[in-house]
């Protein structure tokens, strides 16, 4: 087994070769547009995941515990759904319960999925119930279907309920 190089002040904008150059421009531009695509849609990824999940635990999603379980106002909650609305991932009508479209479905069983497997592979890693379960909040937004597959096989692997 090979020694792993220890982790040098730059090495998160080198290249992977041993040149010691900064990444081409091109490349860091992409890393960047990537993390500010997924910034733009994880707003929204929690709220239709959040309205999947409160519609098969409750049998509905109501836009005042959409406000509760987010920490937001209900004007908050309402002009978010308006976005998703438009989006054409949720129906809803005023004070009535809030559905989602089969895209807002797809996203939402997508967004769990990811979800699940961060939080699993978080607790394989031994990080604690309530930092896994706020860190894979963030995460799944901002990892690669490569990585994803990646952890849920290394869950899979030191699951202890199989």
Not at 70 to 93: P, Y
Not at 118 to 135: I, M, N, P, Q
Not at 141 to 159: N, P, Y
């Amino acid at each position: 087994m090979s020694a792993t190089k220890p982790a040098q002040p730059l090495d998160h904008v080198l290249r992977g070769d041993t040149s010691g150059e900064l990444l081409d421009p091109e490349v860091h531009a992409r890393q960047y547009s990537y993390v500010r695509k997924a910034h733009e849609t994880e707003l929204v990824e929690d709220y239709v995941e959040l309205i999947a999940d409160l519609i098969d635990a409750k049998g509905e999603a109501r836009a005042v515990e959409l406000a509760q379980r987010m920490g937001v106002t209900q004007a908050t909650v309402g002009k978010m759904i308006r976005r998703i609305s438009e989006a054409g991932l949720v129906t809803s009508e005023p004070y009535r319960s809030i559905f989602l479209t089969d895209a807002g479905k797809e996203m939402a069983e997508q967004s769990r999925r990811r979800h699940i497997v961060v939080l699993r592979f978080l607790r394989a890693l031994g990080v604690s119930e309530a930092t896994a379960r706020k860190d894979a909040e963030g995460v799944e937004h901002h990892v690669s279907a490569e990585t994803i597959e990646i952890m849920r096989r290394f869950a899979d692997a030191h699951d202890d309920t199989r």
